[in-house]
């Protein structure tokens, strides 16, 4: 479902087509290891926390005064316009829907945490290449 939305979302958007993990890291060069810090905080620390804070204390919040479904729509939608990227909230919205179904199906925050981190995999990758100078800085 990402890739499909992604690939949508860069042919609409164009050269915009950029996060703003993107837009710090993308022009940054370093060494192997500063590229596998970027890596790690891209595919493990960020989606630990931000997973916390949405789909842990809202939703938990959310859940006991109004129930799963309810927050499952306002974590989903919290979580996309949080990120403060106007032109990407579309495109995040559809990425939190699974993200979000994980945790709802399964009850765990662990789901949703691993659904992140399988989301953030491909950017995280490409983000790592870029900063060690393996693949060009985007235009």
């Known amino acids: ?39 790690v905080l891209i595919v493990i620390v960020a989606p630990i926390c931000e997973e916390i804070v949405y789909r842990g204390l809202l939703w938990g919040a959310l859940d006991q005064r109004w129930g799963r479904w309810v927050a499952f729509g306002v974590t989903t939608a919290v979580f996309s316009v949080a990120h403060l990227e106007l032109t990407r909230t579309p495109l995040l919205l559809i990425v939190a829907i699974p993200i979000g179904l994980a945790r709802l199906y399964t009850d765990t925050l662990t789901a949703s945490i691993v659904a992140h981190q399988v989301t953030n995999l491909l950017p995280g990758l490409v983000l790592m290449f870029t900063v060690a100078g393996a693949l060009p800085a985007p235009v």
Request: proline share 3%; glycine share 12%.
């Open 1 to 39: 479902v990402t890739i499909p939305a992604a690939l949508v979302w860069t042919a609409i958007v164009g050269g915009d087509a950029n996060s703003a993990a993107g837009q710090v890291f993308g022009e940054a060069r370093g060494t192997w290891a500063w590229a596998v810090a970027v890596f």
